[in-house]
């Protein structure tokens, strides 16, 4: 089954303690895209600028990422320009350009519509909202957010939250939209606000699950080098996202193992800069890190 993403395609400059790299393709809709092309088809929506260059539009399509729905308008594509430090689970945002971004009102092309997965990545939580308006009753729908829209667009984003089953953000952004400091009561209050799942990403030590009624943790995969952590949150939901819209089932069981698959698309993602790993990957190496994955959260008998 098919997954519509909706996110930003961006140009971002990212700096980290073991290199940098200008103005590499990059945004969440893109990181996810990608990630998620291992599992199911996608399709993309989104918009950039005409400094676009076609190879990036050309790569997303040799993944077999449908780019009906990027629009090219006059005027430059969204930029990010970020920093981390050694704690790589904080990204410091330098400066954002909006660009496109600005006025985008997305139009789903008509075979979009009934895409049954639904993910409304980073982006502008009105954004969100158009895209969640034009889609017919889809099965299954979550969204990520960051704390420039929670800070700058609380209200739109509380509308967003109540239309979805599942939030997925990282620890930070927890706390602060439910300002609370307690990870699990921020999740708990979280829960409150719409969706009946969060997910909360907490970097090198993996993702909480929580529900009203459970409550799951998966580690991160334990690796030695770790080159830049940027759209490891959107590849964590590609992944997840993929591998539920793949497998059919909303069970518990599925969510779990979609974690795991998130989990390791992440864990890809964060070996080299912008999309430079998950572009090379192979089924065989997600299905093995997956395997491996398994083995760390399985305990024989007690
Ligand atoms: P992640 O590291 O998974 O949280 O996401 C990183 C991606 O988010 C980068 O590739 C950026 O281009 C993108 N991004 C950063 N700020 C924003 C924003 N305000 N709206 C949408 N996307 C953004």
Redesign the pocket.
Known sequence: MSVLVV??V?F?SVETPFGAAEEVL???AT?FAVAASYFTPVRLVGVVGEDFPQEHEALLRRHGVDTAGLARRPGRTFR?RGRYGYDLNE?H?LE?QLGVFADFAPQLPPAYRTTPYVFLA??DPEVQLQVLEQVQAPRFVACDT?N??IEGKREALLATLRRVDYLLLNEAEARALAQEPNTIRAGRRILQLGPRAVIIKRGEYGVLYLTPQSCFFAPAYPLEEVFD??????AFAGGFMGALARNGALDAAAIKRAILYGSAMASFNVEDFSLRRLTRLTPAEIEQRVAEFQRFVTIEEL
Do not use: E, Q, R
């Open positions: 996110g930003s961006a971002d990059g945004g969440s990181y990010w990204a945002t954002t980073n982006i960051m420039f829209w952590p940027t759209g490891a949150g959107d």
